[in-house]
């Protein structure tokens, strides 16, 4: 099912053992545009700690009730590496996480998610690897930055000769947790509502210092697509035209 990013910000993550907290924040990778980690309001019960999960270790999605299902209980994240909230997510920091929770090496392998085609699914304890193989991963590793979803709403859309909106939002499917779709509010209408919608397929670069996306084509080319005058009709519409 898609989903949009700020809808799963208000949901809640419930342990096996009870209510951790909220999604704070999405990290994504710069490079095939996955969800890598939700970033978790821990609240009271875990002050002055940055607990980041894979969508790995999630369970269910529950749209009714709105909340997040983790496998793990509170302990279990507890025990966890220690990530400051000032600290940088270094490729060290997600290599404790993953040593820690067995987590699958997204950036190996061809697929999405490593040699793992599905974050859902329930993955082995990772293996040691051999030395040269460590040292390919790590080289693969290099090729990816880790992107805040919150930081990059509001991020402007060019087209080749001009701007087109600002992102409002993203939706991602809750089968593979990768980012589909840019909600971009067009540029000219900031008095009203009014959306156009594009795959991230057809992000061209992005000048993540300038904050700044590009989307292959012409003004008239990107403009001349479906109009939404509020996000209310988004999903299902989107949702019809993937449909076989």
Request: proline content about 4%; cysteine-free; aromatic content about 14%.
């Amino acid at each position: 099912m898609l989903f949009f990013t700020s809808e799963l910000k208000t949901y809640n993550i419930h342990a096996a053992d009870g209510v951790m907290g909220k999604v704070k924040d999405l990290y994504f990778d710069d490079e095939k545009w996955a969800i890598r980690y939700a970033i978790v309001d821990t609240r009271k019960w875990l002050p002055g700690r940055r607990v980041l999960l894979s969508p790995s270790s999630f369970i269910t999605l529950n749209e009714n009730d709105k909340h997040l299902e983790v496998e793990y209980d509170k302990e279990k994240v507890r025990n966890s590496p220690s990530i400051s909230e000032e600290s940088a997510v270094s490729k060290d920091v997600e290599d404790s996480l993953i040593g820690y929770y067995g987590w699958s090496r997204y950036w190996t392998g061809n697929m999405l998610w490593g040699s793992n085609d599905r974050p859902l699914a329930q993955f082995p304890p990772a293996e040691e690897p051999q030395p040269e193989v460590f040292d390919q991963q790590l080289e693969a590793q290099s090729q990816y930055n880790l992107r805040s979803e919150d930081e990059t709403i509001e991020f402007k859309v060019h087209a080749d000769d001009g701007k087109i909106g600002t992102v409002a939002d993203m939706v991602f499917d809750s089968e593979y947790w990768k980012l589909r779709y840019l909600v971009v509010q067009d540029s000219e209408t900031y008095t009203k509502e009014q959306y156009f919608v594009y795959h991230t397929d057809q992000i061209e670069s992005v000048d993540w210092f300038e904050r700044d996306i590009y989307i292959k084509g012409t003004l008239a080319e990107t403009k001349n697509v479906t109009k939404y005058n509020s996000k209310d009709m988004i999903l299902t519409s989107i949702s019809r035209s993937n449909r076989p």
